[in-house]
């Protein structure tokens, strides 16, 4: 490692003037080395350079008013650094040592040790999940990305979600049988929507839940039309079948789980593969009712009773 940092230090010095080039030709004649830090000790200067990308962090140079310096030494108590010259002695006190290291891995694609170095600092925190999401979504590992996203809190809620629509994921047409990309978006609503409390944001947990629930009836009536296609073999069919299965009981769990209830006296029911928003009184008949897609195998039906105050 030695060499490698004199050689980058005779590159770096004899490419800027030749009143340095001389410079950068000496050997140091002593080093002390750190946790993330190398110590060198030359003729006429100390340089501080990082271990982990070998920059300079310090140069400091000695005038030589107190005569040759002879050596570079460490308190292995204290930790305090000492330059030792003929006529006089220089301390140097590290302090800090790892305050930029998270940066530095985070630059590295290093995320575990990024937070790791981070520390309690919530700042760095968040920028390194930022950064690591960012990362896997350009690596095209969407729903790894959506989860990181998730927990994001310099990043708005909307920016994040429009980068998952604009793959074809956003409930529309776009997407494929499986729909990976629609995958995704769930993967970061479902997740978002954990991290809401259902009393203290309750606006932006039914925004949550209906937005899942249109992308998983979406989901269900593509599905279903694929399974009308004769050109199928029985195995494309089957795996289909297994698909639909999972994106229902996916839906089926989303709304019976007790801590997302819409509340007062709207309600949300699956059954019979129908999706049903209901009143207090579900005797009464629905004033609305939604019919399905074209060509869709099976019914998915939304029914919407008034409130007795006349209001949805």
């Known amino acids: 490692m030695l060499s490698d940092l004199m050689t980058t230090t005779t590159t770096s010095s004899s490419s800027s003037s030749a009143s340095t080039s001389s410079a950068s030709n000496e050997a140091p004649i002593s080093l002390v080395l750190t946790k993330f830090h190398l110590l060198l000790l030359y003729p006429s200067r100390l340089k501080v350079v990082c271990r982990l990308n070998q920059a300079v962090i310090l140069e400091d140079r000695f005038s030589g008013t107190y005569g040759r310096v002879l050596g570079l030494c460490r308190d292995p108590i204290r930790g305090t650094v000492w330059a030792y010259a003929e006529h006089a002695v220089y301390r140097y006190k590290i302090v800090q040592e790892e305050r930029n290291i998270w940066e530095i891995y985070l630059k590295k694609r290093d995320f575990a040790a990024a937070r790791l170095h981070a520390g309690d600092d919530l ?47 956003g409930g529309g047409n776009g997407g494929g049988d499986q729909d990976p990309d629609q995958e995704a978006l769930k993967e970061y609503l479902l997740c978002k929507l954990r991290t809401l409390s259902p009393v203290k944001e309750r606006t932006q947990v039914i925004i949550l839940l209906l937005w899942l629930l249109e992308i998983s009836l979406n989901q269900l009536g593509r599905l279903a039309n694929r399974m009308e296609d004769a050109e199928l073999s029985n195995q494309e069919v089957l795996n289909l079948k297994v698909e639909y299965n999972r994106v229902e009981a996916n839906l089926k769990g989303l709304i019976s789980n007790s801590n997302y209830k819409v509340g007062g006296d709207l309600k949300v029911c699956f059954k019979a593969n129908s999706l049903f928003f209901l009143s207090g009184r579900p005797k009464e008949e629905p004033p609305h009712r939604l019919q399905p897609a074209a060509g869709a195998q099976r019914p998915v039906s939304v029914d919407l009773l008034r409130r007795d105050d006349g209001r949805l």
Do not use: N
């Not at 760095?124 to 896997?136: N, S």
């Open 123 to 169: 700042l760095k925190q968040d920028r390194t999940v930022c950064e690591e999401a960012l990362h896997l979504f350009s690596v095209g590992d969407y729903r790894a990305s959506a989860a990181l996203f998730a927990g994001a809190r310099s990043r708005s809620f909307e920016e994040i979600a429009l980068k998952f629509i604009e793959l074809g994921g």
